[in-house]
């Protein structure tokens, strides 16, 4: 399966290559692109190496002269993840903001899976707000979340909020694959 991974700036960022990895050796076909925050967390030249395929961010977006980027991307991909997904991007996605390559590429799906790992703080998850931008999300994309888990988070906290453990994340979209909900 081809599958397009978005990274955002959640502390979480650290363990996309190693996820990226085990999903290589799996035998998916994976392609990532890295918000700008986000490099913050993640070296993009890491993700490169583990998927084997250039990591992609805003300068090959507005850059490119050949093709425009995130429909590229969004044509390619059998399945789009956003993991971690922070509460920001959430917010973008769900309002209709396409000011960076992640949230164009997401806008450009159509009705390919859109799966979510957010990752954020447990007062961010059960705000109301949150809730309301994953069912507007519902209502546009086709769209699976993968809920964060319960530890004692980043900044002392204990709670849900966690990115979920790779092996998660890894199952949701093998059963996706075996249902045929992607090619």
Known sequence: MKLLIGITSSIAAYRIPNLVS??????????????????AFVAPQALAVMSRNPCYDDAQEWGNTNQVLHIELA????????????ANTLAKMANG????????????????????APAMNTAMWENPITA?????????FNVTVIDPIYKKLVDGDEGIGALAE???????????????EME
């Open 166 to 180: 790779d092996e998660t994340i890894i199952h949701v979209i093998n059963e996706m694959l075996s249902a045929g």
């Open 22 to 39: 085990q999903l290589v050796k799996e035998g998916h076909e994976v392609k990532t692109i890295v918000t700008e925050k986000a490099k």
């Open 75 to 86: 044509k390619w991909c059998d399945a789009m993840l956003i993991a971690p997904l922070t």
């Open 132 to 140: 309301e931008h994953l069912a507007r999300l519902k209502k546009y």
């Open 97 to 116: 903001l396409c000011d960076n390559l992640l949230t164009s590429a997401v806008r450009a799906l159509g009705k390919k899976p859109l799966i979510l």
